[in-house]
């Protein structure tokens, strides 16, 4: 995996702000998450029952939660990040070692159809967080190379854990706005489940 980050964040560093940026109204976020064996499925679900009703970065920045999956070969059209509503940000999900080969195959998919159009990045520009939804210090290790990609790497401790899958919702979202020029400090992670992180 190794070989795949290298190219990645050359790639990534070459590049300028990508199309991974909120809409005007700032308002509505679509996230896509990448993950197999319901991996995806679950974390999804768990961000849902957390934030019912949005998601709130700071006392000002309030975000509806648009969640669309992602489990199969991301070479085909239906699973393509191209398809509309275009993404702003993007969640890796695996609990094993099958679900950490996907991943891995789906960056160096992506990287693939990039280098055949040299103004895309890789993920078409958006920002990643790596999600570790298992357990095994070995596949904790390989996920937390994550951060050689220069995205948030989390272990959410194998059991959905709340508090875990807010500080990746707060990376990802942090993330999205950085890029989108709307944050120019990060913002702690150590807060619970509840709606503000900030």
Do not use: W
């Not at 700032?26 to 990448?34: A, E, F, P, S, W």
């Not at 669309?68 to 609990?95: K, M, Q, W």
């Not at 298992?134 to 401790?157: H, I, M, T």
């Amino acid at each position: 995996m190794d070989g795949v980050i290298e190219q990645l964040l050359h790639r990534r560093e070459a590049g300028t702000n990508g199309g991974g940026v909120l809409g005007t109204n700032g308002r509505l976020l679509h996230l896509v998450v990448v993950g197999a064996r319901a991996s995806a499925q679950l974390v999804a679900q768990a961000m849902r029952q957390v934030h019912p009703q949005g998601f709130r970065l700071d006392d000002k920045a309030q975000y509806a939660l648009d969640f669309r999956i992602i489990d199969g070969d991301v070479g085909l059209p239906h699973n393509s990040f191209h398809t509309e509503p275009l993404p702003h940000g993007c969640l890796c999900v695996y609990a094993s070692q099958p679900g950490l080969e996907y991943i891995r195959e789906s960056l160096e998919k992506t990287l693939l159809a990039n280098l055949e159009q040299e103004d895309r990045l890789p993920f078409h520009g958006l920002p990643l967080v790596m999600v570790f939804a298992g357990q095994g210090d070995f596949l904790r290790e390989e996920g937390n190379r994550a951060k050689s990609l220069q995205c948030p790497f989390v272990d959410d401790g194998g059991g959905l854990d709340p508090v875990r899958l807010e500080q990746a919702l707060c990376a990802l979202v942090e993330s999205i706005e950085r890029r989108a020029g709307r944050l120019h400090r990060r913002c702690p992670l150590s807060r619970g489940p509840g709606r503000t992180c900030g």
